[in-house]
């Protein structure tokens, strides 16, 4: 069991489906970081996962994402999954993320990835938040009908999930699916419009 193994895990923002709806334009409050269908996501929230030495994760496509920008979609994610989770009548149990969780691990633990995550300069409670949104998108797979990118918007607008994001982290695209990113070559298979090889593994900067 290698660290590296698990710190490539920490970088893959393709391991987590980025999922929301088309945005409207943002007008969220003052200390807000973003709004998934309503609820509040504060920056106070998104401070208290990073520490100042915090470094961006840089993506498979060579693209680069801060750590605030990571951490705020990491809560997206959660929040965006549970909602289609919910509209298609489907709760998880514990067992199920237990099982989506040691997937995403592989070989390696959760003291792996915390130490991992540290090393980017993330705090350690954000770990069960980041792995507990890595199983709830990957459950997705488990919604009947998505199978690729349009199923999952097909998902997204029946759950009637919007998202909306403070202008500091740009803009959301349901496109791309992601802050201000193409992801389209990270994403899972099951989620790529059309098939084709799996996709590769990010990795961290530095």
Do not use: H
């Amino acid at each position: 069991m290698r660290v590296r193994r698990v710190a490539a895990v920490v970088a893959a923002a393709a391991i987590v489906p980025l999922v929301a709806s088309a945005l409207s334009g943002c007008d969220t409050k003052v200390g807000t970081a973003g709004v998934v269908s309503g609820e509040r996501i504060s920056e106070e929230t998104v401070s208290s996962y990073v520490t100042p030495k915090a470094q961006s994760v840089q993506l498979n496509n060579g693209q680069t994402i801060a750590a605030r920008s990571f951490v705020l979609q990491t809560l997206v994610n959660a929040r965006v999954a549970e909602e289609v989770l919910a509209a298609n009548g489907i709760t998880p149990t514990d067992q199920q993320i237990a099982a989506a969780q040691q997937a995403a691990l592989g070989q390696a633990n959760e003291d792996q990835l915390v130490q991992a995550l540290a090393a980017r300069g993330f705090a350690p409670s954000f770990e069960p938040v980041y792995l507990r949104a890595v199983a709830l998108s990957q459950l997705l797979a488990t919604v009947p009908g998505i199978t690729d990118q349009q199923g999952l918007q097909n998902a997204l607008s029946k759950a009637n999930v919007t998202v909306d994001v403070n202008p500091r982290y740009g803009t959301w695209d349901s496109t791309q699916l992601a802050l201000n990113s193409d992801l389209a070559s990270n994403l899972p298979p099951y989620l790529k419009a059309s098939s084709g090889s799996p996709s590769p593994t990010a990795t961290p900067t530095g």
